[in-house]
């Protein structure tokens, strides 16, 4: 089973940017992030297929945010700018394990917090 590590996520200001990192320990297909804000579901923010040339984003997120991922070091990142307030949130990285299945690998989090 392939193991997600996520990095990168901390305290920033608003109008800040930070960058996540989730190092798979294995091959993985299409890959993304999720974020989960206290009280609320988690939500999608943004996949990116098994080459990294297609992008997916949630409308919160487009023109702010983008991911992109390095298979020579089985890593996935997303790159956050203009961040506000309403992005705090504990992210997840997420894979699948097959091109057509659902996410079935996550990571263990990582807090983002932004103050106004």
């Known amino acids: 089973q392939v193991q997600l590590v996520e990095s990168g996520g901390g305290l920033v200001q608003a109008g800040g940017s930070l960058r996540l990192s989730c190092a798979a320990s294995?091959?993985?297909?299409?890959m993304g992030w999720f974020r989960q804000a206290p009280g609320k579901e988690r939500e999608f923010v943004a996949g990116t297929n098994w080459s990294g040339g297609s992008t997916y984003y949630a409308d919160s997120v487009k023109g702010r945010f983008t991911i992109s991922r390095d298979n020579a070091k089985n890593t996935v990142y997303l790159q956050m700018n203009s961040l506000n307030p309403e992005d705090t949130a504990v992210y997840y990285c997420a894979a699948k394990s097959s091109t057509y299945g659902p996410y079935n690998v996550w990571g263990q989090g990582t807090q983002v917090t932004v103050s106004s």
């Open positions: 294995g091959r993985t297909f299409n």
